[in-house]
């Protein structure tokens, strides 16, 4: 009998420490992915990322992915945006060899791997080319299923961890004196590589904060326009 409830109580500490199962189910239509490239140090920029986080309820809905990619272009003006990465302007660069676009430039967006200038336009939804499953395993660790639709030859996918609820008071630059306040900043970006028929991923996500809640998304595109084939994210506190 004691060894009985000891197997039972370690196997409930281990439940416990793994914490709440979250997971999500991506829909049969395909959930639009907004991608926005912005800096800190472009004067152009604070409209557009205040536009973004007037997405926050139907992100939290399940109705897009939303996404803001700080890029580091601009920093010589005199501000260096902390949030900037070099692979967010790589994937910006790749995003415009798709759209067949010259030159890179903020604030970009966006909608599904196409350049988007009218943010005004509502599109009708459209099937999915790919479904997903998203888990989280541990605290840190997600897991994810994606199946591609019948025809889809090949796809590729990429992993971003962002996060809401951060300002900066920007002293020099195009932006100095400004406060500016940011949500669903990519903190961590993934790529993965091209993948045939069905396959499981994984992530190993920076740890949560709770003063900047975090969401987990996976966008499965197609590697050879860039076109999102579907897209989640998972939103599991901290």
């Not at 272009?73 to 902390?82: F, L």
């Not at 060899?97 to 196409?114: C, H, L």
Request: aromatic residues 8%; glycine residues 6%.
């Amino acid at each position: 009998m004691r060894a009985l409830v000891a197997a039972t109580f370690s196997a409930l500490s281990a439940a416990a420490l793994a914490g709440p199962v979250c997971t999500a189910k991506s829909p049969a239509t395909l959930t639009p992915v907004v991608e926005v490239f912005t800096s800190e140090g472009c004067s152009s920029c604070p409209p557009a990322d205040k536009w973004l986080s007037k997405l926050k309820d139907d992100a939290a809905k399940g109705l897009v992915v939303a996404e803001g990619f700080h890029v580091g272009y601009w920093d010589y003006i005199g501000w260096v945006d902390r949030f900037a990465n070099p692979a967010h302007t790589d994937h910006q660069r790749q995003l415009a060899a798709w759209n067949r676009i010259d030159s890179i430039y903020t604030p970009q967006i966006v909608r599904n791997g196409k350049d988007w200038r009218d943010e005004r336009v509502i599109l009708a939804p459209e099937p999915a080319k790919a479904s997903i499953e998203l888990r989280r395993t541990s605290d840190d660790a997600f897991a994810a299923n994606v199946a591609p639709a019948e025809g889809v030859a090949s796809w590729a996918a990429y992993w971003t961890v962002t996060e809401h609820g951060y300002s900066s008071k920007v002293k020099s630059g195009e932006n100095a004196g400004e406060f500016l306040k940011h949500d669903f900043v990519v903190r961590q970006y993934v790529p993965v590589g091209d993948r045939r028929g069905t396959a499981s991923l994984t992530l190993r996500a920076i740890a949560a904060s709770a003063e900047h809640p975090r969401q987990v998304n996976l966008v499965v595109f197609d590697p050879k326009n860039g076109k999102t084939l579907q897209a989640l994210s998972l939103n599991c506190g901290a």
